[in-house]
């Protein structure tokens, strides 16, 4: 099968087994993820596993995203904060969403911030705006944010991303050291007012 087969097929068995939305399941066709891993790895592009794309990081397994994409709730003109572009894979998709202007991602590693630029600027992606950074510190120029996720665990969710977030948005980032869960969190006036938890999950720790 081509690529495009072989995403189509992936993203229909993530449609019936995670009951997506109709603007997840566009983004998640949309988005050609094989762009976005090592040509040595590209064979594997569309199983539902992360793949490793260079400094002991890796692209997360597709119904991660897929299920994160959802769980943010996000609509096309939200202002989305994301920490940890890595590969770009995760930033495409919620620009798909909400437009590409309108995401903001922060990545700890100069060389995958760089590779994720050229991406995204070669395959559509060019206006999503990508600092290299401490993730922990979010991206204050570009307040309020209608939303913001990690793409990597903290220990807790990070002050001055809650500070950057407007009243009434959504956080969504795996918390925790070794064992971690995927905490949704509402804001309030005065900070998190509600959070949940959706499920333990595995992700490699925020750098900084």
């Known amino acids: 099968m081509s690529y495009e087969d072989e995403r189509n097929a992936l993203v229909d068995r993530l449609a ?6 109709e603007s997840t399941i566009a983004a998640m066709k949309a988005v050609p993820r094989h762009e976005f891993v090592p040509e040595s790895r ?5 199983a539902d596993r992360p793949l490793p794309i260079g400094d002991d990081q890796t692209i997360s397994a597709p119904h991660m995203v897929a ?22 894979y995760h930033a495409a998709v919620t620009a798909e969403i909400v437009g590409s202007k309108n ?3 922060v990545e700890f590693s100069g060389k995958l911030a760089g590779r994720a630029r050229e991406t995204l600027e070669r395959i559509g992606y060019g206006a999503v705006s990508i600092r290299q950074g401490d993730g922990r510190e979010g991206w204050p120029e570009n307040v ?6 990690f793409t990597c665990a903290v220990p807790e969710i ?5 500070e950057q ?11 925790g050291r ?8 509402r804001v309030g006036a005065d900070g998190i007012e509600s959070r949940e938890t959706h499920g333990a999950v595995r992700f490699v720790s925020i750098r900084g």
């Open 16 to 21: 019936r087994r995670e009951s997506l939305s």
């Open 42 to 46: 590209r064979d594997s592009t569309y």
């Open 144 to 149: 309020p944010y209608d939303a913001a996720y």
């Open 67 to 88: 299920i994160m994409a959802d769980l943010l709730d996000v609509n096309e003109g939200d202002s989305v904060l994301e920490i940890g572009t890595g590969c770009g």
């Open 165 to 175: 977030v407007r009243e009434g948005g959504t956080i969504l980032a795996p918390v």
């Open 178 to 185: 070794r064992s971690q869960d995927l905490v949704r969190a």
């Open 103 to 105: 995401l903001f991602t």
């Open 158 to 162: 990070p002050e001055s991303v809650i």
